[in-house]
């Protein structure tokens, strides 16, 4: 997004300081780590405000408390920001789920996700296919008013959400 978006300042965050290194040496390696920084916090407390756009990629599901970080990110925005979600494309009903990508999606899920979840404060266990009206309800619990898929493949939904 750096590279794509040479007039803008990025922050990154991410709980494992591993994740926080790697992406420091990237950013270093593609030319833009004067606009780019990197940090290790939580999603539900993360510094900062007046975020134009907040952005997660493919974790909502694996976060304990999935309504905290999203009221976190809501306070974050600026009154007219945009959370952009990406997430496992996933239908909203089990059978519609289930065939090769869903069941691939389900059983990384069963291993990797909800475990990684229930570890956590609060361990809602969404998972890899909650769907679109379950990320719906956090959201909105969280304090959003605005949701919608904005686009999807056959491998994730890209979800917005404003306040």
Not at 112 to 131: D, F, H, K, M, Y
Request: charged share 20%; glycine share 8%.
């Amino acid at each position: 997004m750096a590279q794509a978006y040479p007039a803008s300042k990025f922050v990154g965050f991410d709980y494992h300081e591993p994740s926080i290194e790697h992406a420091r040496n990237a950013a270093l390696q593609a030319g833009v780590a004067e606009r780019v920084q990197f940090e290790t916090a939580r999603a539900q407390d993360f510094p900062g405000d007046g975020f134009d756009l907040v952005a997660v990629f493919d974790c909502l599901h694996d976060m304990g408390d999935p309504v905290g970080a999203a009221a976190h990110v809501l306070a974050a925005l600026k009154p007219d920001g945009t959370w952009l979600i990406v997430e496992p494309f996933a239908n909203d009903r089990l059978e519609d789920n289930l065939n090769p990508i869903g069941r691939i999606f389900y059983s990384a899920s069963t291993f990797i996700c909800t475990p990684a979840s229930r570890s956590q404060e609060v361990g809602a266990c969404l998972g890899t296919q909650a769907g679109e009206q379950r990320l719906a309800e956090v959201v909105k619990k969280a304090g959003f008013s605005r949701f919608r898929r904005a686009a999807q493949t056959p491998f994730n939904l890209v979800l917005e959400a404003r306040p």
